[in-house]
């Protein structure tokens, strides 16, 4: 029975793959606009049904291909600082890979650009939130584990994800360009006189603190 049950997991995995890899090839040449479910049901050889079973809709399944590519480039970022002999080699490796890895990616090059993907932008810009969360995330592990006397490793973290991610929107300049220019930034970052303004989450403790006093609730 295990052996049966293995077997359908690895299917139904396989089939996953064949959807989200038909779904970017799609949403590369019709953007998201002009992605239909019966267009990928019909690159892969199912039913519609098929396709809604696996992912719910529409805006599930294009999150799936985006989550596929996330995951990737995670994986390529966590091994480049890994590998890296000091911070500010990995924080400038692990930016060349992601800026190459980007422009080297059909998709992504194409929600980049004035094709009919660009209508996927929002995905990692305005609604890109799992995006820069993953990525603040994997770049704040990196910092504690490394430097556990940095006074704000989440502050640090959130500047890179998002300078980098810039260089994503509005490239400009070679991948070790945009390196460059993160690198330059976090180093400025890790200098032991480097004064860290006031995080979101410290200033919402404040604003409670002074919340409880004004009302007469005890801390």
Do not use: C, W
Not at 47 to 72: H, M, P, W
Not at 80 to 102: C, F, K, N, P, S
Not at 151 to 173: E, K, Q
Request: hydrophobic fraction near 40%; charge should be neutral.
């Amino acid at each position: 029975m295990a052996q049966i049950t293995n077997h359908a997991d690895r299917v139904r995995a396989s089939l996953r793959e064949q959807l989200l890899d038909a779904t970017t090839e799609l949403l590369t040449e019709s953007g998201y606009a002009g992605l239909r479910m019966a267009d990928v049901a019909a690159a892969v050889g199912v039913s519609r049904q098929t396709v809604y079973n696996e992912f719910g809709n529409k805006a599930a399944l294009v999150q799936a291909v985006v989550l596929r590519i996330l995951g990737e480039v995670t994986e390529g970022i966590r091994h480049r600082l890994d590998e890296a002999g000091d911070v500010l080699t990995g924080v400038h490796a692990a930016t060349v890979y992601t800026v190459e890895h980007a422009r080297r990616n059909r998709l992504v090059a194409a929600v980049m650009g004035a094709r009919p993907a660009e209508d996927l932008l929002p995905l990692i810009t305005t609604r890109g939130q799992p995006v820069l969360h993953a990525a603040t995330d994997l770049a704040e592990a990196y910092l504690r584990e490394q430097l556990p006397d940095l006074a704000d490793p989440r502050f640090v973290a959130t500047t890179m994800a998002r300078l980098t991610l810039s260089h994503l929107v509005l490239p400009h300049g070679s991948a070790t360009d945009a390196a460059d220019h993160v690198r330059t930034v976090v180093a400025a970052l890790l200098r032991p006189d480097t004064t860290f303004p006031p995080s979101i989450s410290t200033a919402r403790d404040r604003r409670d603190r002074n919340h409880d006093r004004d009302t007469g609730r005890a801390p």
